[in-house]
């Protein structure tokens, strides 16, 4: 009878072990699930708020007759100068959300992705003599100057699919052969992702955050090549389209 009822007590515990075991497991794999499901709707949600900023982008041309400078890092949501021309920082600026009109924003005015970081937004900076000595995308009646100049009005940010072979720096960065994704974008939005708080340790996420015309666009990756960023872009052809729409072009 002795050894009966040690032998219950070592099944009971062997038992509760299992028991546990399995509860372990089941919650690891729904902390998961869930981290996952959050995870995939944080990114959506930062899609669709660079969606609806490029359609008050749109908006602000149709009624400016010009893109918005991208507002200057560390001061606040307006565009930088605040009535277009020379923008300060073309390639490593901020959506200007309060001269775009976009709420919520954060205590220094700037829109921000749904992991708490600011939305970036690039803009091209190609001239053009009709436009004068500003760029012609944010000056004022520039872009119309550039379209019914003798010269085409020629934007020039570059959307590669990988950083890989990508060369030059600054005007005169270019995608590697074969990663082109447009030649000619008018703007860029883009979220730097959920470790937007931190430098960037990969190729494609340095090249988002480099200071110059060229940007990576692809799907999310992990490790030891992470990519996170949301990117997106205007074309040239979708914003000459709005603007003729409007009547605002020729």
Same mark, same amino acid.
């Given at each position: ?77 307006? *565009?930088?100068? $605040?009535? /277009?021309?020379?923008? #300060? ?9 309060? =001269? &775009? @009109? ?68 600054? *005007?005169?960065? $270019?995608? /590697?052969?074969?990663? #082109? ?9 883009? =979220? &730097? @992702? ?57």
């Amino acid at each position: 009878m002795r050894t009966g009822k040690i032998w219950q007590a070592g099944f009971s515990l062997l038992e509760l072990s299992i028991v546990l075991i399995v509860i372990a497991l089941l919650s690891g794999s729904l902390l998961a699930s869930f981290s996952s499901l959050h995870d995939s709707r944080d990114s959506e949600e930062a899609r669709r708020q660079i969606d609806y900023a490029e359609e008050a982008l749109l908006g602000f041309a149709i009624s400016h007759g010009r893109l918005p400078c991208p507002a200057k890092p560390g001061n606040s949501g307006l *565009e930088s100068p $605040e009535n /277009g021309g020379n923008c #300060t920082n073309p390639w490593n600026g901020y959506l200007p959300a309060i =001269s &775009l @009109g976009i709420h919520p924003v954060n205590d220094q005015g700037y829109a921000i992705d749904p992991w708490g970081n600011p939305l970036r937004y690039a803009i091209s900076a190609f001239g053009n003599a009709a436009c004068g000595t500003a760029p012609c995308l944010s000056s004022e009646n520039g872009i119309r100057n550039a379209w019914n100049s003798t010269t085409p009005p020629a934007p020039d940010l570059r959307v590669c699919s990988s950083s890989t072979h990508s060369n030059g720096t600054a *005007e005169k960065a $270019e995608c /590697g052969s074969d990663f #082109t994704l447009t030649k000619d974008a008018v703007a860029v939005i883009f =979220s &730097l @992702g959920k470790n937007g708080n931190q430098p960037p340790s990969t190729p494609d996420e340095v090249a988002n955050s480099n200071n110059d015309r060229l940007f990576v666009s692809h799907n999310a990756s992990s490790a030891p090549n992470e990519f996170d960023d949301q990117v997106s872009w205007i074309s040239s052809s979708i914003l000459y389209s709005r603007l003729m729409a409007a009547g605002r072009l020729p």
